[in-house]
């Protein structure tokens, strides 16, 4: 069964920073390209940050210039390192596929963005 644990959220100040990470039991995973996602309370689940398996990234662009994706493909890990924070990047954040297929969505972990 493929899962997708995120961590590293948590309460920080505006212009602060953060590392999430992204443990994914996935097979061939180094040849996968994935993402990170974000959910905003009554907004719909978008990208922001994507790698693929040759490590090209990708950003949306509220992100750009503050957000950095990365890949350890020896743990099956994908990270966030979010510097600069806003409050509007306040989601939950999630890691998955891109694009995403069937395998379930994580719990996602919860970045807070306030004074």
């Known amino acids: 069964q493929v899962q997708f644990v995120e961590s590293g959220g948590g309460l920080v100040q505006p212009g602060g920073s953060l590392r999430l990470s992204c443990a994914a039991s996935?097979?061939?995973?180094?040849?996968?390209?994935m993402g990170w996602y974000r959910q905003a309370p009554g907004k719909q689940r978008e990208l922001v940050a994507s790698?693929?398996?040759?490590?090209?990234?990708e950003y949306v662009d509220s992100v750009k210039g503050r957000f950095a994706i990365s890949r350890d493909n020896a743990l099956n890990t994908v990270y966030l390192q979010m510097n600069n924070l806003k409050p509007e990047d306040t989601a939950v954040y999630y890691c998955?596929?891109?694009?995403?297929?069937?395998?379930?969505w994580g719990q996602g972990t919860q970045v807070t963005v306030s004074s």
């Open positions: 790698i693929t398996s040759g490590g090209n990234t």
């Open positions: 996935l097979s061939r995973f180094s040849i996968k390209a």
């Open positions: 998955h596929l891109n694009p995403p297929n069937w395998y379930a």
